[in-house]
């Protein structure tokens, strides 16, 4: 982000609230990027006179945690997008709009028309505006695709300029050539490991438009708790962190469980660590405490397992960084130990994971368990007696 202009008003989109501590990671450690490099570039007041707006699926859970903070130090202005979903009768018009006219972008437009009326308020004539995808993951989801294609759209022919900002890209999705097309229409593009730099190379993405840069969450503050729960031991704790996304994909009907079952039997078992169970997505259809509580629930009469409650994502950070050893499934909860010197073993399930491995090791292989592979129930503990 350092080659960009950054003297302007920008938007950040595609960010999915901050109940995924991992879109929170990503949104607060890019936004205190932002405004550190325009400090560095001499801006006037850090471009107070341009808003760094970031547009949010929900403006509640983003108040809830740290990008709260992040707008009263002025760094951001949090807008909360339109949800067709919630006006009947909207949903209805737009509906019947785009099926007769064919404007797929008809939603996207409803959808993102709070941002345009809030840049409304700011000087625009004299500085082409920036557009920042910070949702670059999303791309690892075929379903996903083509609205993200829709917004970037929107947001060119308003006039942005556009930047994909840490992505990972699946590099047999490349074969689209619907996808491809869009990517070219981005300024630049920040891959966030090398399996997806060298896949947009392959598809043609010219290498003056690509950066090979780290996931902006290795920047994220870390924030030590005031205190900790009973039975968390700093230094003494093996770190858990398992996502019903991750067992959706299973091949095997329940391995996953399985395996974080008889992973932490051995633990307790041969070694004079605790557990300590981190959820990082709360989202309340895809909420990481359901299984977190279930493994609770199996172990809690042993005093040595800790089900750690929400928190901001720079506190959950705090935890995980007085781990001595991590297992994590949520993307952002490895990078959080990665880049806490916690030795880190991953249930994985895309390129991201393996992507992310192979930079750091030199390989992915013993480091990432890809979930659609698993079938052996001790494959979780004979990976962590390797690493351990």
Known sequence: ????????PIIM??????????CEAIANS???????????MGCPGACTAFPVILVTNSLAEDRRYSLKELE???LCVIVEENHIDRHFFTHVALYGWRMLTKDWESFLRYRFAPV????????QETVRPLAISIGGDNYCYPEMVPDLILSDRVFRKKGFETVLWGCSIEPSSLKDKKLVEDLQGFEKIYARESITYEALRGAGISEDRLVLRKDPAFELETELPGRYPENFIPGKMVGINLSPMVQQR????????ECYRNLIKYVLDNTDNNIA???????????????????????YSTGRVVLLEDAP?????GFISQCNFFVGARTHSTIAAYSSGVKTLVIGYSVKSRGIAKDLYGDYEGYVLPVQELSNPMALTEAYKRMA
């Open 116 to 123: 345009f009326k809030e840049l409304k308020a700011y000087d």
């Open 72 to 74: 009263e130090r002025g």
């Open 13 to 22: 989109y595609m960010h999915a609230g901050s109940g995924n501590h991992g």
């Open 1 to 8: 982000m350092e080659n960009l202009n950054l003297n302007r």
């Open 250 to 257: 299973e091949s095997k009907p329940g391995i996953t469980m």
């Open 313 to 317: 994502a720079e506190e959950l950070k």
């Open 30 to 40: 890019t936004l205190k990027m932002i405004y550190r490099l325009r400090k560095e």
């Open 277 to 299: 169970l981190v959820p990082h997505v709360v989202w309340a259809n895809n909420d990481d405490r359901k299984p977190l509580k279930e493994l609770y629930d199996a172990f």
